[in-house]
């Protein structure tokens, strides 16, 4: 209808009335992607002290707050690269790959999940391991990836690890787990809780056919399915500070319980004063605590 109530010929609507056949306005020019990203790759904010950090600060000090001191998490690569001597590590079954051999879907398929994780972090699995020296001391050492699925152990990381103790056994060499995992991948069930039994049997021939020492350390988070075997089994169990370790998480506990929790329940210090941990070792001082304690197991006096 035209002013007045009167009907207007189509062809002469002005353009502005027409206003539905327009295309919608340009968006505003905002910062570019690209900028963003940049901006948030260069910097960031300390959980602890809510300190802003920069990446190189970062980088010096192993992803450490140089402030107050707290564990940022670390690519698990660059880990295994800081622990062992200068080119030493040889990386052993790196083809292993997960399949989905109960077609599981949640809210997405297991095989998206699985690609999407591959991607982002450019492994197939969630864990890493191989051959090294530590301080010239022969090891097989591994490094779990929280990045990938939140280092959930399912069928390839058991094997993996696995393959690790039983390549120390023939070897005669020690063997070393960092973990970081939210535990079994609940996405293979009953396959994925089978590791913790068949990581822990081959645990168990690393000791009685070697005689050889195991060193787990913890870090921030180590829980579920992988807390309950062979992460708390070593003969040395080293932690870094303030990180979550237990089966289940406090709130499932609280819930459960239908009480309130000590204050620090769960943290390395409280199972330090528990006995449950033997020492709790700053990120910095790992690889020189790993060679002290892998020279008194091997040789105790
Ligand atoms: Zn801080």
């Known amino acids: 209808m035209g002013p007045g109530g009167h009907v207007v010929p189509w062809g002469l609507m002005t353009k502005e009335r027409r206003w539905f056949e327009q295309s919608p306005p340009e968006p505003k020019a905002g910062p570019r992607a690209t900028d963003v990203d940049r901006v948030k790759a260069l910097w960031n904010q300390c959980p602890g002290c809510r300190e802003v950090l920069n990446k190189d600060d970062l980088d010096q000090h192993m992803n450490c707050c140089p402030h107050c001191g ?171 500070p303030n990180a979550l370790i237990g089966f289940a998480g406090p709130r499932v506990i609280e819930q459960t319980i239908g009480q309130a929790l000590p204050e620090g329940f769960q943290t390395s210090e409280y199972l330090l004063d528990h006995g449950m941990v033997d020492r709790i070792v700053p990120r910095k001082d790992m690889r020189g605590t790993l060679s002290r304690c892998l020279r008194l197991l091997l040789d105790p006096v």
């Open 70 to 240: 707290y564990h940022l998490r670390i690519d698990n690569l660059e880990r295994m690269l800081s622990l062992v001597d200068e080119g030493s590590f040889e990386r052993h079954d790196e083809h292993l790959s997960p399949t989905d051999p109960l077609s599981f879907v949640d809210s997405k398929k297991y095989v998206d999940r699985i690609s999407a994780s591959q991607r982002k972090t450019g492994e197939n699995d969630a864990y890493i391991s191989g051959s090294a020296t530590i301080d010239g001391l022969a090891v097989q050492i591994g490094t779990f990836n929280f990045g990938f699925m939140g280092g959930s152990m399912g069928s390839v990381v058991g094997e993996l690890i696995t393959r690790q103790f039983e390549r120390a056994t023939e070897r005669g060499e020690p063997a070393i787990v960092i973990s970081a995992s939210g535990g079994a991948r609940m996405q293979e069930g009953l396959l994925s809780l089978m590791q913790m039994a068949k990581t822990c049997a081959a645990l168990a021939r690393l000791r009685d056919e070697a005689k050889q020492p195991y060193i787990s350390v913890l870090t921030h988070p180590t829980t579920g399915g992988v807390a309950a075997s062979f992460a708390m089994l070593g003969d040395m169990i080293l932690a870094e």
